[in-house]
C-alpha cells in the first residue's frame, strides 16, 4: 500500500487506509456479489476513470482484499474477485449501506442505479427477523432492470433476471419510498406507482421484510445537559 498513514496504532484508522480511499469501497459493493472484470466494473462506476480504477485495483490486491482470477474459459479473462478477508467486510458494507439509505431523498439528474446496486438494496433492507417461517418469492421489474428475491425461512436470495411463478410480480419506480414507508402499499397501488401480479396483500409483506428505518432527526440548536 503506500504511505498513506493516519498516524494512527488503531483498527479504525488502519480500515480507513486499507479502503478508505475514494471509489475503494464501491469498488469492493461491486465484488460483494460476484467477481468481474474490469471492464464489468468499469460499466458498474460509469464516472470512475480507467486510471483510478487500476490504482484502486492495484492498492486493494496488495492489501489482500482483492485478488485476480484467470476463468477456465477459451478467452482466459481475468476478473477480480475478493478474497477471504475481503468478504468479511459484506456484513459491515450492507450496515453502512442501511445507515446511509436512511439520509437519502430522491435521485438527482446523472445519477445511476445498476442492477447490482438494486440487488444489494434488497439484501441491505431485508429483515430475517421478519422472515422466520416465511416462504415467498418476489419478481421485482424496476426501470428496465429484472431481478427476483426468494425469502426462505429468514434467509434471502437474490438474483438477476425474471422468476416465473413468483407469487408476486412488482413493477414500480418508486421501489425506495416504499421500503422507507414514505408511500404506502394501498397509496402506491391507488395511485398508480405500482403495478402488481399476484396477491396484493404480499406487497404490505414485502415493505415489512425490505424496510428502510426512518430518517434521523436533525437536532435543533444547541444540546444542554
Same mark, same amino acid.
Request: charged share 20%; hydrophobic share 40%.
Given at each position: 500500500?503506500?504511505?498513506?498513514?493516519?498516524?494512527?496504532?488503531? @483498527? /479504525?484508522?488502519? +480500515?480507513?487506509? =486499507?479502503?478508505?480511499?475514494?471509489?475503494?469501497?464501491? &469498488?469492493?459493493? %461491486?465484488?460483494?456479489?460476484?467477481?468481474?472484470?474490469?471492464?464489468?466494473?468499469?460499466?458498474?462506476?460509469?464516472?470512475?476513470?480507467?486510471?483510478?480504477?487500476?490504482?484502486?485495483?492495484?492498492?486493494?490486491?496488495?492489501?489482500?482484499?482483492?485478488?485476480?482470477?484467470?476463468?477456465?474459459?477459451?478467452?482466459?479473462?481475468?476478473?477480480?474477485?475478493?478474497?477471504?478477508?475481503?468478504?468479511?467486510?459484506?456484513?459491515?458494507?450492507?450496515?453502512? @449501506? /442501511?445507515?446511509? +439509505?436512511?439520509? =437519502?431523498?430522491?435521485?438527482t439528474?446523472?445519477?445511476? &442505479?445498476?442492477? %447490482?446496486?438494486?440487488?444489494?438494496?434488497?439484501?441491505?433492507?431485508?429483515?430475517?427477523?421478519?422472515?422466520?417461517?416465511?416462504?415467498?418469492?418476489?419478481?421485482?421489474?424496476?426501470?428496465?432492470?429484472?431481478?427476483?428475491?426468494?425469502?426462505d425461512?429468514?434467509?434471502?436470495?437474490?438474483?438477476?433476471?425474471?422468476l416465473?411463478?413468483?407469487?408476486?410480480?412488482?413493477?414500480?419506480?418508486?421501489?425506495?419510498?416504499?421500503?422507507?414507508?414514505?408511500?404506502?402499499?394501498?397509496?402506491?397501488?391507488?395511485?398508480?406507482?405500482?403495478?402488481?401480479?399476484?396477491?396484493?396483500?404480499?406487497?404490505?409483506?414485502?415493505?415489512?421484510?425490505?424496510?428502510?428505518?426512518?430518517?434521523?432527526?436533525?437536532?435543533?440548536?444547541?444540546?444542554?445537559?
Amino acid at each position: 500500500m503506500p504511505g498513506r498513514t493516519y498516524g494512527q496504532f488503531c @483498527g /479504525l484508522a488502519r +480500515a480507513l487506509e =486499507l479502503i478508505g480511499e475514494r471509489w475503494s469501497v464501491l &469498488v469492493i459493493r %461491486d465484488l460483494l456479489l460476484s467477481p468481474k472484470r474490469f471492464t464489468e466494473l468499469a460499466q458498474c462506476l460509469p464516472r470512475i476513470p480507467s486510471s483510478i480504477l487500476s490504482a484502486r485495483l492495484n492498492e486493494l490486491e496488495q492489501a489482500g482484499v482483492v485478488r485476480r482470477r484467470v476463468l477456465p474459459q477459451l478467452d482466459a479473462a481475468v476478473v477480480y474477485e475478493l478474497t477471504d478477508y475481503g468478504s468479511e467486510l459484506e456484513p459491515i458494507l450492507l450496515q453502512l @449501506g /442501511l445507515w446511509g +439509505a436512511r439520509s =437519502l431523498t430522491e435521485p438527482t439528474e446523472g445519477d445511476t &442505479v445498476t442492477l %447490482d446496486i438494486a440487488m444489494l438494496a434488497l439484501h441491505t433492507t431485508f429483515r430475517a427477523e421478519h422472515a422466520e417461517n416465511l416462504h415467498v418469492t418476489y419478481q421485482l421489474h424496476f426501470g428496465d432492470m429484472t431481478l427476483h428475491a426468494l425469502v426462505d425461512d429468514g434467509t434471502l436470495k437474490v438474483a438477476e433476471g425474471p422468476l416465473p411463478n413468483a407469487d408476486l410480480t412488482i413493477s414500480t419506480t418508486k421501489l425506495k419510498q416504499l421500503m422507507a414507508a414514505d408511500l404506502t402499499p394501498q397509496d402506491a397501488i391507488a395511485n398508480g406507482d405500482v403495478t402488481l401480479d399476484g396477491d396484493p396483500e404480499l406487497l404490505t409483506q414485502f415493505t415489512q421484510l425490505f424496510h428502510i428505518p426512518p430518517a434521523p432527526t436533525p437536532p435543533q440548536g444547541l444540546t444542554t445537559r
